[in-house]
Protein backbone atom coordinates (compact mmCIF):
# COMPACT_ATOMS: atom_id res chain seq x y z
CA UNK A 1 0.00 0.00 0.00
CA UNK A 2 0.70 3.75 -0.87
CA UNK A 3 1.08 5.94 2.61
CA UNK A 4 1.02 8.89 0.65
CA UNK A 5 -2.15 10.87 0.08
CA UNK A 6 -3.55 12.61 -2.94
CA UNK A 7 -2.86 15.96 -1.47
CA UNK A 8 0.48 15.12 -0.47
CA UNK A 9 1.27 14.06 -3.71
CA UNK A 10 -0.71 17.07 -5.39
CA UNK A 11 1.73 19.24 -3.05
CA UNK A 12 5.17 17.26 -4.10
CA UNK A 13 4.30 17.46 -7.97
CA UNK A 14 3.54 21.44 -7.46
CA UNK A 15 6.41 21.70 -5.66
CA UNK A 16 9.03 20.49 -8.29
CA UNK A 17 7.13 22.22 -11.27
CA UNK A 18 8.07 25.44 -9.41
CA UNK A 19 11.24 24.71 -8.25
CA UNK A 20 12.21 23.59 -12.18
CA UNK A 21 10.74 26.35 -13.19
CA UNK A 22 12.58 28.74 -10.85
CA UNK A 23 15.97 27.17 -12.21
CA UNK A 24 14.83 27.48 -16.05
CA UNK A 25 14.31 31.43 -14.81
CA UNK A 26 17.44 31.72 -13.49
CA UNK A 27 19.07 29.78 -16.18
CA UNK A 28 17.81 31.91 -19.03
CA UNK A 29 19.43 34.80 -17.33
CA UNK A 30 22.45 33.99 -16.92
CA UNK A 31 24.74 34.85 -13.81
CA UNK A 32 23.73 37.47 -12.00
CA UNK A 33 26.81 39.62 -12.48
CA UNK A 34 27.08 39.08 -16.25
CA UNK A 35 23.89 40.50 -16.65
CA UNK A 36 24.46 43.62 -14.63
CA UNK A 37 28.42 43.63 -16.30
CA UNK A 38 25.64 43.56 -19.86
CA UNK A 39 23.92 46.91 -18.54
CA UNK A 40 26.73 48.42 -17.34
CA UNK A 41 28.59 48.32 -20.36
CA UNK A 42 24.93 49.30 -22.48
CA UNK A 43 25.06 52.14 -20.07
CA UNK A 44 28.32 53.12 -20.96
CA UNK A 45 27.81 53.16 -24.72
CA UNK A 46 24.61 54.91 -24.13
CA UNK A 47 26.56 57.86 -22.36
CA UNK A 48 29.06 58.07 -25.43
CA UNK A 49 26.49 58.18 -28.17
CA UNK A 50 25.06 61.33 -25.98
CA UNK A 51 28.87 62.82 -25.60
CA UNK A 52 28.57 62.38 -29.16
CA UNK A 53 25.37 64.58 -29.62
CA UNK A 54 26.34 67.57 -27.35
CA UNK A 55 29.98 67.55 -27.59
CA UNK A 56 30.70 66.49 -24.52
CA UNK A 57 34.57 66.76 -23.98
CA UNK A 58 34.21 65.93 -20.26
CA UNK A 59 32.27 62.76 -20.88
CA UNK A 60 34.64 61.57 -23.64
CA UNK A 61 37.15 62.07 -21.21
CA UNK A 62 36.09 60.09 -18.89
CA UNK A 63 34.62 57.35 -21.81
CA UNK A 64 37.77 57.03 -23.51
CA UNK A 65 41.19 55.14 -22.31
CA UNK A 66 44.14 56.69 -22.75
CA UNK A 67 45.08 54.34 -25.48
CA UNK A 68 41.59 55.15 -27.30
CA UNK A 69 41.70 54.70 -31.25
CA UNK A 70 38.99 55.33 -33.72
CA UNK A 71 38.89 53.73 -36.90
CA UNK A 72 36.35 55.86 -39.65
CA UNK A 73 34.98 53.93 -42.18
CA UNK A 74 37.16 56.10 -44.66
CA UNK A 75 40.47 54.27 -42.98
CA UNK A 76 41.70 57.53 -40.74
CA UNK A 77 43.01 56.80 -37.21
CA UNK A 78 42.29 58.93 -34.63
CA UNK A 79 43.56 58.93 -30.98
CA UNK A 80 42.16 60.22 -27.60
CA UNK A 81 43.49 63.60 -27.87
CA UNK A 82 42.52 63.65 -31.49
CA UNK A 83 39.05 62.66 -30.85
CA UNK A 84 38.94 65.44 -27.88
CA UNK A 85 40.68 68.28 -29.99
CA UNK A 86 37.97 67.80 -33.11
CA UNK A 87 35.21 67.84 -30.15
CA UNK A 88 36.35 70.71 -28.47
CA UNK A 89 36.65 72.96 -31.11
CA UNK A 90 32.79 71.52 -31.90
CA UNK A 91 34.09 70.81 -35.65
CA UNK A 92 31.32 68.14 -36.08
CA UNK A 93 27.39 68.96 -35.54
CA UNK A 94 24.99 65.73 -35.67
CA UNK A 95 21.37 66.12 -35.21
CA UNK A 96 20.67 62.04 -34.87
CA UNK A 97 23.37 59.26 -33.84
CA UNK A 98 21.38 56.85 -32.98
CA UNK A 99 22.37 53.38 -32.11
CA UNK A 100 20.24 50.42 -33.40
CA UNK A 101 20.55 46.61 -33.19
CA UNK A 102 23.00 46.95 -30.12
CA UNK A 103 24.74 43.59 -29.06
CA UNK A 104 26.86 43.17 -26.31
CA UNK A 105 29.46 40.60 -25.74
CA UNK A 106 31.49 40.00 -22.68
CA UNK A 107 34.84 38.37 -21.70
CA UNK A 108 35.86 38.75 -18.43
CA UNK A 109 37.08 42.94 -18.46
CA UNK A 110 36.30 43.43 -22.15
CA UNK A 111 33.32 43.75 -24.10
CA UNK A 112 32.60 44.04 -27.41
CA UNK A 113 29.63 46.23 -28.83
CA UNK A 114 28.35 46.04 -32.11
CA UNK A 115 25.80 48.29 -34.05
CA UNK A 116 24.02 49.93 -36.62
CA UNK A 117 24.65 53.38 -36.20
CA UNK A 118 22.52 56.07 -38.19
CA UNK A 119 23.43 59.26 -38.04
CA UNK A 120 22.78 62.78 -39.48
CA UNK A 121 25.11 65.30 -39.50
CA UNK A 122 28.30 67.08 -40.90
CA UNK A 123 31.76 68.64 -40.42
CA UNK A 124 31.09 72.10 -39.74
CA UNK A 125 34.72 73.47 -38.94
CA UNK A 126 38.63 72.11 -40.30
CA UNK A 127 39.53 71.07 -43.23
CA UNK A 128 36.97 68.96 -43.77
CA UNK A 129 34.17 71.69 -43.33
CA UNK A 130 30.96 70.72 -45.33
CA UNK A 131 31.98 66.94 -45.56
CA UNK A 132 28.32 65.30 -45.38
CA UNK A 133 28.73 62.90 -42.22
CA UNK A 134 24.95 61.24 -42.40
CA UNK A 135 24.39 57.42 -43.20
CA UNK A 136 24.20 53.57 -41.86
CA UNK A 137 27.19 52.57 -40.36
CA UNK A 138 28.35 49.07 -38.93
CA UNK A 139 30.38 49.86 -35.50
CA UNK A 140 32.21 47.80 -33.58
CA UNK A 141 33.21 49.17 -29.91
CA UNK A 142 35.85 47.58 -27.84
CA UNK A 143 35.34 48.19 -24.07
CA UNK A 144 37.41 47.18 -21.08
CA UNK A 145 36.69 47.27 -16.86
CA UNK A 146 39.31 49.34 -15.07
CA UNK A 147 38.91 50.26 -11.65
CA UNK A 148 35.23 48.86 -11.74
CA UNK A 149 34.38 51.43 -14.54
CA UNK A 150 33.82 50.55 -18.51
CA UNK A 151 36.72 52.64 -21.04
CA UNK A 152 36.09 52.26 -24.78
CA UNK A 153 39.63 51.30 -26.40
CA UNK A 154 38.76 51.16 -29.94
CA UNK A 155 36.26 52.15 -32.30
CA UNK A 156 35.83 50.92 -35.93
CA UNK A 157 32.45 52.39 -38.34
CA UNK A 158 32.32 50.70 -41.43
CA UNK A 159 29.59 52.72 -44.02
CA UNK A 160 27.06 50.88 -45.16
CA UNK A 161 25.85 51.62 -48.81
CA UNK A 162 22.17 52.82 -49.72
Known sequence: MNSRTPTSLLLGATLMVLTASAATGLAAQ?????RADEQAVRATNDRLQAAVLASDTAAF????APEYLFITATGAVFNRDDVLRVYAARQLAYTLYRADSVRVRQFGDAAVVTALLV???RVVAGPRAGTDLSGRYRSTRVYIRRGGRWQVVSTHESVLGS
Request: overall charge neutral; charged content about 15%; aromatic content about 0%.
Open 61 to 64: TQLL
Open 30 to 34: GPPNA
Open 119 to 121: KEG
